[in-house]
T-cell receptor, first 111, second 117 residues
Framework: GQQLNQSPQSMFIQEGEDVSMNCTSS?????WLWYKQDPGEGPVLLIA?????ELTSNGRLTAQFGITRKDSFLNISASIPSDVGIYFC???????????FGKGTKLTVNP | EAGVVQSPRYKIIEKKQPVAFWCNPI?????LYWYLQNLGQGPELLIR????????DSQLPKDRFSAERLKGVDSTLKIQPAELGDSAVYLC???????????????FGPGTRLLVL
């Protein structure tokens, strides 16, 4: 089935630093979503992208739908300790009704 | 607005026992999903409902798993009998549904953490 390559797998950063993570696919996607999951909780939607080239912000978070429709990235600026968690990308492949998830990026922020 | 509600939050059972999970989606959301999440992995779809119809259950292990969404609102996912390998997080999600502009935008509940001993 469809697979998403999400990288990096984990990140260890200092508070105040900027963070960037991305997802790539070998096929075209029509929708990209970014979620954050805290321990013991379900994924929480951060940003949804519906058009190629779309750039959307949510506070310190910015995500883009790649022009090729095969990738997306998420940036977090000026990280804070509460940014700690696992970030998942998810996408809907063209011609499919199903959402495919990446394996997640585990973010650790050192105060 | 209330989010997706799931219960129980945690469940510990012995293998071969039955178990059931309940989900109440966001009000007005026609599409409901059940996902399985193993440790260190992203969610994987088990079944998707459009109203009361299961439109995609291709990933549901039908020998032991069953689901229902009577009246097109709440849903129940059942495992009978449970096996050791079923230990995982079971997530429910909902979205506005087909023909809605943001139909793919899924909102997740907190999940049920199942441990099979």
């Amino acid at each position: 089935g469809q697979q998403l390559n999400q990288s990096p797998q984990s990140m260890f950063i200092q508070e105040g630093e900027d963070v960037s993570m991305n997802c790539t696919s070998s096929s075209i996607f029509n929708t990209w979503l970014w979620y954050k999951q805290d321990p013991g909780e379900g994924p929480v939607l951060l940003i949804a992208l519906y058009k190629a080239g779309e750039l959307t912000s949510n506070g310190r978070l910015t995500a883009q739908f790649g022009i090729t429709r095969k990738d997306s990235f998420l940036n977090i600026s000026a990280s804070i300790p509460s940014d700690v968690g696992i970030y998942f990308c998810a996408g809907r492949p063209a011609g499919s009704e199903k959402l495919v998830f990446g394996k997640g990026t585990k973010l650790t922020v050192n105060p | 607005e209330a989010g997706v509600v799931q219960s129980p939050r945690y469940k510990i059972i012995e293998k071969k026992q039955p178990v059931a999970f309940w989900c109440n989606p966001i009000s007005g959301h026609n599409t409901l999903y059940w996902y399985l999440q193993n440790l260190g992995q992203g969610p994987e779809l088990l079944i998707r409902y459009e109203n009361e119809e299961a439109v995609d259950d291709s990933q549901l292990p039908k020998d032991r798993f069953s689901a229902e969404r009577l009246k097109g609102v709440d849903s129940t996912l059942k495992i009978q009998p449970a096996e050791l390998g079923d230990s995982a997080v079971y997530l429910c999600a909902s979205s506005p549904g087909q023909h809605h502009r943001y139909q793919e935008t899924q909102y997740f509940g907190p999940g049920t953490r199942l441990l099979v001993l």
